[in-house]
T-cell receptor, first 116, second 113 residues
Framework: DTGVSQNPRHKITKRGQNVTFRCDPI?????LYWYRQTLGQGPEFLTY????????KSRLLSDRFSAERPKGSFSTLEIQRTEQGDSAMYLC??????????????FGEGSWLTVV | ELKVEQNPLFLSMQEGKNYTIYCNYS?????LYWYRQDPGKSLESLFV?????AVKQEGRLMASLDTKARLSTLHITAAVHDLSATYFC?????????????FGKGTHLIIQP
């Protein structure tokens, strides 16, 4: 088990382009989370899935953002018509059940997005 | 809306000294996490605190939780350079089926020889 895997690790894109990030959670973890982190700040919650169902979305997740987890395994986060304010590190995390059970949430290495 | 405040935000200390990082949160929650982040890296889980009065220790780090005061502390004993990192506390959003964590801004810790 190699942990939560994210790719690409770094992406530079021009404003207005679409980008997609992929996350492969730890196997058999049914909960998957996306967070965004900007420099000098703590991570901000974006959305989470339980299996293939997207159960919660933050206000931060504008209409330009969409996340999927079609088979309850890997997930993708797409940002359409990127803006400079989207520049951040996008973190994926997974847990075997909800953290209400006291389980640790494991984070991936993150995908750095720079919009120029 | 749940708010999480950490202090201090920046801390420079010498090896061998003791210090405490504080994490206050604004609404009821019974799940609190501490994470460590090295520059350019992801978050490493340190502690999960589940109940009032919980105390956990790992090496030179000890974390505690007081749910009545809505306060958690991360105590560093006899600091060493390898503990230099940014430390985050994160509090579980409770109620309404919410399952995300709200993070503090982090405490940037530098330990000098």
């Amino acid at each position: 088990d190699t942990g939560v895997s994210q790719n690409p690790r770094h992406k530079i894109t021009k404003r207005g382009q679409n980008v997609t990030f992929r996350c492969d959670p730890i196997s058999e973890h049914n909960r998957l989370y996306w967070y965004r982190q900007t420099l000098g700040q703590g991570p901000e919650f974006l959305t989470y899935f339980q299996n293939e169902a997207q159960l919660e979305k933050s206000r931060l997740l504008s209409d330009r953002f969409s996340a999927e987890r079609p088979k309850g395994s890997f997930s993708t986060l797409e940002i359409q018509r990127t803006e400079q304010g989207d520049s951040a590190m996008y973190l994926c995390a997974s847990s075997p059940r909800g953290f209400r059970s006291g389980n640790t949430i494991y984070f991936g290495e993150g995908s750095w997005l720079t919009v120029v | 809306e749940l708010k999480v405040e950490q202090n201090p935000l920046f801390l420079s200390m010498q090896e061998g000294k003791n210090y405490t990082i504080y994490c206050n949160y604004s609404t009821t929650s019974d799940r609190l996490y501490w994470y460590r982040q090295d520059p350019g890296k992801s978050l490493e889980s340190l502690f999960v605190l589940l109940s009032n009065g919980a105390v956990k220790q790992e090496g030179r780090l000890m974390a505690s939780l007081d749910t009545k005061a809505r306060l958690s502390t991360l105590h560093i004993t006899a600091a060493v350079h390898d503990l230099s990192a940014t430390y985050f506390c994160a509090v579980a959003n409770s109620g309404g089926g919410a399952d995300g964590l709200t993070f503090g801004k982090g405490t940037h810790l530098i330990i000098q020889p």
